[in-house]
């Protein structure tokens, strides 16, 4: 059963960079499609962006794409999301999950072990 902690979230102006890792336990990491998700106040948890288990195919949210950046090393069982430009908007809690499925998938319902979370703010 792997275990997953985020880390690397903070206050940032807008414009800012922030780059969140998700370091997991367990020997199967590497075998994993994974995934990062937020979750602002008052707002469902959404999908951010994925990446498969050799880190070949990666697939994000409109909203991200061309700012943020998916990555895994997999001899460091860890997986990263590398956050440039950021925005206002983009102030949530960030969360990493494993997909239990082996394609990348946009539905938080076909994720498990999600991590507790690192809060991410933007300032204006």
């Known amino acids: 059963q792997v275990q997953l902690a985020e880390s690397g979230g903070g206050l940032v102006q807008a414009g800012g960079s922030l780059r969140l890792s998700c370091a997991a336990s367990?020997?199967?990491?590497?075998?994993?499609?994974m995934g990062w998700f937020r979750q602002a106040p008052g707002r469902e948890r959404e999908f951010v962006a994925g990446i498969s288990w050799s880190g070949g195919n990666t697939y994000y949210e409109d909203s991200v794409k061309d700012r943020f950046t998916i990555s895994r090393d997999n001899a460091k069982n860890t997986v990263y999301l590398q956050m440039n430009s950021l925005k206002p908007e983009d102030t949530a809690v960030y969360y990493c999950a494993r997909s239990m499925t082996d394609v990348i998938t946009t539905q938080s319902y076909q994720y498990a072990n999600w991590g507790q979370g690192t809060q991410v703010t933007v300032s204006s």
């Open positions: 367990g020997r199967t990491f590497s075998t994993y499609t």
